[in-house]
RNA sequence: GGAGGGAUGGCAGAGUGGACGAUUGCGGCGGUCUUGAAAACCGUUGUGGGCCGAAGGUCCCACCGGGGGUUCGAAUCCCUCUCCCUCCGCCA
């Protein structure tokens, strides 16, 4: 959610960043709407001091004959400030609805772009790898070592469901231990284990509602959501709170199943475990100052880059442009790794400099010191990384002539000391 | 799943229809005293919205878990939802 303020005084500003969203946003409604909504308040508010006044008057006068036609005169007055407050309600309703429905603002840095062709490659790090022989895709490596099992996925659950199995599930296993452990242990970070379902209230505040409904399971029965990220029960952590500054940054590291119908994407995708309903991720968060978002923003791309740098793997860093920024980033890098087998670079982190867009939905602040007076806090997120994406990586960099796959260095102590999976 | 009790300011805890945005205590902040500190004493201590304004305002409105209702008037009465606690049942 965007300031009111800022849209009532520069309109001409939203309109303009919005555009180069590539989103339409409904910014003349909401100047009307809040047009509308001071001009009743002004109107019910004058009548309300005047009843209170009058309803004051007449516990004085104790029951006394007088006190009638005061009574009269206030249930009219209750009458036009119920038929008044209603339409408060509607308007403000209307508002809100119509501000829930407005993206976050690119941060001036962002490249101006009209989709992700005008995304931005930062930097790429790390040798891509020489092969001697034709690097298979983990689609052919996994059945073959019996580490993945897509029929039987498929047979429990439907498409876009598998198996992992033996040391397939181990090394998944092996790798979120050992991703917690680095941002625990080197980035200063918290863990945090989280519900994987939610009420529908933090999927508001994270901003996937309204806009990415038909991506998210619902349980009607219970009216539980489950989460398609960390992120959404991490945002809720703090919400309608005001935090104290010292406190602050927060830094927090969640290891999560995630669920995601994807609608959107029905035919991308679906070889391999690319793309999944159910899949693990590790993801940070943080809770920051508004000055100290953008540096922060750096360290958890970073951070993200630190997981690829160990394992051994090729990455890249890329600048989203304007037009391929989604709905609640205010800047947002991703971090692709190079798989070998698939032959392309896959997306396993998104970081994104949310600035106060989450923290104005859930009401989350800090304050400065003793006495002042609150302020809506930053957030950020960034995956840490994605877990099928990572073993794709894993699988396909580090094969073998023979098929088999030898365990990077930094996962062996969580393999049991199994070097290679054969 | 059944039965009962509860939700009030940073915390504890009064308040069961009108002078209550809310007694009191603790904590915090400022001050007096003191070489300094403690104690004691005095003062102060929430959030959001509206209006006017350059800063600001001895201005107005709302907020006692959320929503609705009764009433001239609701923290207080009624309905409902959520959450917490106690007991019973079931259970990884």
Redesign the pocket.
């Known amino acids: 959610m965007l300031d009111l303020k800022w849209i009532r005084e520069k309109p001409e500003q939203v309109r303009a960043a919005i555009a180069t969203l590539q989103i339409t946003a409904p910014i003349d409604e909401i100047l009307a709407l809040d047009e509308q909504r001071?001009s009743l308040?002004?109107e019910v508010?004058?009548l309300?001091?005047r009843?209170?006044?009058?309803?004051?008057e007449?516990?004085?006068l104790r029951g006394a004959p007088e006190a009638e036609p005061l009574?009269d005169e206030?249930?009219q007055v209750?009458q036009q400030i119920?038929a008044l407050d209603q339409q408060v309600?509607d308007v403000e309703a209307r508002l809100h609805d119509a501000m829930m429905n407005v993206p976050n603002l690119p941060h001036e840095s962002v490249p101006v772009g009209v989709d992700e062709s005008e995304n931005v490659v930062l930097r790429t790090e790390g040798e891509l790898r020489l092969f001697d022989f034709e690097p298979l895709p983990h689609w052919d490596l996994g059945p073959t070592l019996d580490i993945i099992d897509f029929e039987r996925g498929v047979k429990m659950s439907g498409t876009r469901f598998y198996v992992l199995k033996g040391l397939g599930a181990r090394l998944q296993r092996a790798l979120i231990a050992w991703m917690l452990d680095l941002h625990v242990q080197q980035h200063g970070y918290t863990e945090i284990y989280p519900p994987f379902m939610v009420r529908e209230e933090c999927l508001w505040v994270d901003g996937k509602l309204p806009k990415f409904r038909g991506n998210v399971y619902h349980d009607a029965e219970e009216d539980f959501w489950w989460i398609g990220t960390a992120e959404t029960p991490l945002t809720n952590l703090h919400r309608g709170e005001i935090l104290a500054a010292d406190v602050l940054p927060l830094s927090y590291v969640a290891y999560t199943a995630c669920f995601r119908r994807e609608k959107m994407s029905a035919g991308r995708d679906v070889r391999g475990i690319k793309r999944g309903h159910q899949f693990d991720k590790v993801e940070m968060f943080k809770f920051t100052t508004p000055e100290s978002s953008y540096d922060e923003l750096e360290k958890i791309v970073d951070n993200a880059e630190d997981v690829a740098r160990l394992l051994g793997i090729p990455h890249r860093v890329v600048l989203m442009c304007t037009g391929d920024l989604g709905f609640v980033a205010a800047k947002k890098y991703d971090v692709e790794i190079w798989t070998p087998g698939c032959q392309e670079w896959l997306e396993v982190s998104s970081v994104s400099n949310v600035e106060a867009f989450q923290a104005r939905r859930g009401n989350i602040r800090f304050r400065r010191e003793?006495g002042a007076?609150?302020e809506y806090v930053h957030t950020l997120n960034g995956s840490g990384l994605a877990l099928p994406r990572t073993l794709i990586a894993v699988m396909e960099n580090y094969q073998q002539p023979d098929g088999s796959i030898v365990v990077p260095e930094v996962l062996r102590p969580y393999m049991g000391g199994v070097g290679v999976i054969r």
């Open positions: 001071r308040l002004c508010e004058v309300r001091a009843r209170n006044k009058v309803s004051k007449i516990g004085r009574k206030m249930r209750g119920k309600k003793r007076r609150p």
